[in-house]
């Protein structure tokens, strides 16, 4: 779907988003595990997101961070911020991602926050709607950032110089 990206390569953080109990119902009774939500990024416009299940936290929380690594996408920043506004949705959730002026800061909430500031952007507005889903809000950010497209690679795709694009 995306370019893939070699995470050896960069130096990522890990952002744990969400612990959540999960239960799954068999014959002799219930089976408790965990689910972790965590988001890693470089700070440079590289973020992915990973989803792990186990009995024990610690495990559940490194099964995600490996799943998140093979999930990077690259993101289009524009200085401290994003090159346009876009919306976009995942399940039943959508979020609305604006640029803002240098020095606004992350205006953001958790899911999309942690996001947002694992692939580095320092100014944002942001509205979530719908579903407050944890993971789905992480997915629709995640989405939303990897459709961003900076004045190049529109040029490039419209056969056009960057200066005929800008006006």
């Known amino acids: ?3 893939k990206i070699d995470a050896s390569t960069l130096s990522l953080t890990e952002k744990l988003v969400s612990i959540s109990r ?3 119902t068999v014959k002799g009774g219930r089976k408790m595990k965990f689910s972790a939500l965590v988001v890693v990024g470089d700070g440079h416009g590289v973020v992915g997101a990973g989803l792990g299940k ?3 936290i610690p495990d559940a929380v490194n099964k995600a961070i490996e799943d998140a690594k093979k999930n ?14 876009t919306v976009s949705e995942y399940g039943a959730s959508m979020v609305i991602l604006k640029p803002a002026a240098k020095g606004s800061g992350v205006i953001a909430g958790g899911a999309v926050r942690a996001v947002l500031e694992t692939a580095g952007i320092k100014d944002i507005r942001t509205k979530a709607l719908r579903s407050r889903n944890p993971q789905n809000l992480v997915q ?3 989405k939303g950032l990897a459709s961003l497209r900076d004045a190049e690679q529109v040029a490039q795709t ?7 694009i800008l006006g």
């Open 1 to 3: 779907m995306y370019d």
């Open 22 to 24: 999960v239960c799954k």
């Open 54 to 56: 186990s009995v024990e």
């Open 72 to 85: 990077l996408v690259r993101v289009s920043l524009k200085g401290t911020t994003i090159p346009h506004e």
């Open 140 to 142: 629709a950010t995640i």
């Open 158 to 164: 419209r056969g056009k110089t960057v200066e005929e």
